[in-house]
């Protein structure tokens, strides 16, 4: 079988380098993110970042908000080096567990969350998996705590979403034109060209980009028992979904 992309080391490195290029949203997601925290006054205690990566966003966290603590789950060893090296100033106040989201990871939580986040990472969970994980979140949560998913969602009309899919495409285009891209990063992003552009419409498995509505989503975070439910941000492809676990 296949390796799966993420777990290349010269894919997280790539990706790394150009993230903010790459996601034409990357910075504005997270300050959406760091905003919402600071609204729902969940920025003292435990956060973890589903699908952390690099540790971008986390690291924005740890220095925004001193009195917390992180834990980073992600299913690349690859992309946790690299978090662990960004974060080396912060290795009292974070940890690192190689895991996959869509496995029972609540093992991992040493304490009730005060929030979960996560940023581009969710998609990759195909619809079953995602409602598993939203559940789990549920349960990892303090009462009071939020979940913070900043992620690729699709529209509802297919028109729409495939204006947007074609957009993103063409931007990624002229990043690897222009060589902005490492050349683990350019084979990636004509995969999700190929994926999203070329194979529009096709059925998704996990893995690929499993682009659901938000209005799907957030009825997960309900059944989940997340209240509060919405979208705090959104623009183009990308949107915040938010839930609360009641207190
Ligand atoms: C596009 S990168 C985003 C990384 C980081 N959240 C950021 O925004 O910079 C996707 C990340 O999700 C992780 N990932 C993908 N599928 C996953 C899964 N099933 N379980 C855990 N992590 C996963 C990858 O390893 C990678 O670190």
Redesign the pocket.
Known sequence: MAE?R??QSEL?AG?DAG?TLVHPH?LEVQDAILAEMGQERVTVGLIV??????G??IERVLEKFPDTTAII????QA?LDLAAYRLERFSDRVSFAC????DDWGDVITEPATAIV????IH??DLEEKRQCYQLCFNALRPGGVLLNGDEVRPVSDADYREQVERWAAHMQELIDAQAVTPAMADALRGWRERNVEQFGQPRV??DDCHETAATQLAYFESAGLRETGVAWQRELWTVLKGRRPV
């Open positions: 799966y993420w777990n997280a990706y993230a990357y970042d589903l699908g952390g990566g690099s971008r966003l789950i992600d299913q690349s992309f895991r996959r989201l869509q996560s940023m581009s990472a990759h969970l996990s893995g």
